[in-house]
């Protein structure tokens, strides 16, 4: 079993920065990747960024390439998610997952609120 934990929301102005840290727990051993996702209210969980637990290989999506930047502490089994030049479509739950070598099993956190005012 893993367990993983987001802090760091709350809310910010337009323009601001928040960062964000998911520390997993448990068997971290089988993590392979963890991943950040958000969900605003009545759209979509949409994907934000992926990095490997190995290696230095990360990625964001397009809507916050430039503004968000994943990075991770292996020594910590924490990953973070920096958030720069904050915008009011940025608002939602930040969800982090961890991705395991136990079949692919994944485990998501409860999630931590981000809102930023215009």
């Known amino acids: 079993q893993v367990q993983v934990l987001e802090s760091g929301g709350g809310l910010v102005q337009a323009g601001g920065s928040l960062k964000l840290s998911c520390a997993a727990s448990g068997r971290t051993f089988t993590i392979y990747a963890m991943r950040w996702f958000r969900q605003a209210p009545g759209k979509e969980r949409e994907f934000v960024a992926h990095i490997y637990m190995s290696g230095s290989s990360a990625y964001v999506a397009d809507s916050v390439k430039g503004r968000f930047t994943i990075s991770k502490d292996n020594t910590e089994n924490t990953v973070y998610l920096q958030m720069d030049g904050l915008e009011p479509e940025d608002t939602a739950i930040y969800l982090c997952?961890?991705?395991?070598?136990?079949?692919?099993?994944?485990?998501w956190g409860q999630g931590t609120q981000v809102t930023v005012s215009s």
């Open positions: 997952n961890a991705v395991t070598t136990n079949g692919g099993q994944e485990y």
